[in-house]
């Protein structure tokens, strides 16, 4: 059930905020200066939270041994052994990773075709999405790692991509609202001068 309301806060985030920028005329270039310094504000919120959390768990360090099926052995039989500290340094440099992919697709967008919506879009939805993740729920809210917070971690259902939730989908939606602007009629903006290690054992 958390799940699909989940799924329902980012659509409800995704279309809300496409109407609000289309009726408050945000795509003009008046406003880009500031959409720019929000989304780079924003960026640097995550991956400054994303040191932080990396930072608390190499103080924590858990050496608990952590084993379970490799997801990315296809049809074959596998298994990755680690521990969780290992595990969830893993999953902050994929979330590091995943939000720079980010950055470089909607910047990419905004500067060779001047499209607002990505930029706002992506302001909103990665702080939403960090806030939901494993990591930030378990190292700063302090909930235990269990149910659905115990590990692995795992997309909760297929469609993710489609509506940016999970972070290691960003980039795919980014790619999806970046082309939802392409159908828009936005105004081109000038970009001038506003300016773990893991071992794997087979079966």
Same mark, same amino acid.
């Given at each position: 059930m958390a799940g699909m309301q989940d799924q329902v806060l980012q659509l409800v985030v995704i279309f809300g905020t496409m109407h609000v920028v289309k009726k408050a005329g945000l795509e003009s270039p008046e406003y880009a200066p500031l959409i720019r310094a929000a989304y780079g504000?924003?960026?640097a919120v995550i991956l400054g939270l994303t040191f932080y959390i990396k930072g608390l768990i190499q103080k924590?360090?858990?050496t608990t041994a952590l084993e379970y099926d490799d997801p990315s052995a296809g049809g074959q039989q596998?298994?990755?052994?680690?521990?969780?500290?290992?595990?969830?340094? !893993?999953?902050?440099?994929? $979330?590091?990773?995943? #939000?720079?992919f980010t950055a470089a697709i909607v910047m990419?967008?905004?500067?060779?075709? !001047?499209?607002?919506?990505? $930029?706002?879009?992506? #302001?909103?939805?990665?702080?939403?999405?960090?806030f939901k993740s494993p990591l930030f729920q378990i190292y700063i809210l302090g909930k235990p790692?269990?149910?659905?917070?115990?590990r692995p971690w795992v997309p909760e259902n297929p469609f993710?991509?489609?509506?940016?939730?999970?972070n290691r989908d960003e980039?795919?939606?980014?790619?999806?609202t970046a082309g939802s602007a392409a159908q828009e009629d936005s105004a081109p903006v000038s970009p001038s001068s506003d300016s773990n290690a893991e071992t794997r054992k087979d079966k």
């Open positions: 504000i924003t960026t924590r360090n858990d596998g298994r990755i052994v680690t521990t969780v500290s290992r595990y969830d340094i !893993g999953e902050v440099a994929k $979330l590091q990773k995943s #939000s720079m990419f967008m905004h500067f060779k075709f !001047g499209y607002i919506q990505p $930029l706002i879009l992506q #302001s909103l939805l990665p702080i939403l999405n960090l790692a269990t149910d659905s917070l115990k993710a991509a489609l509506t940016g939730a999970g980039p795919a939606a980014a790619a999806i």
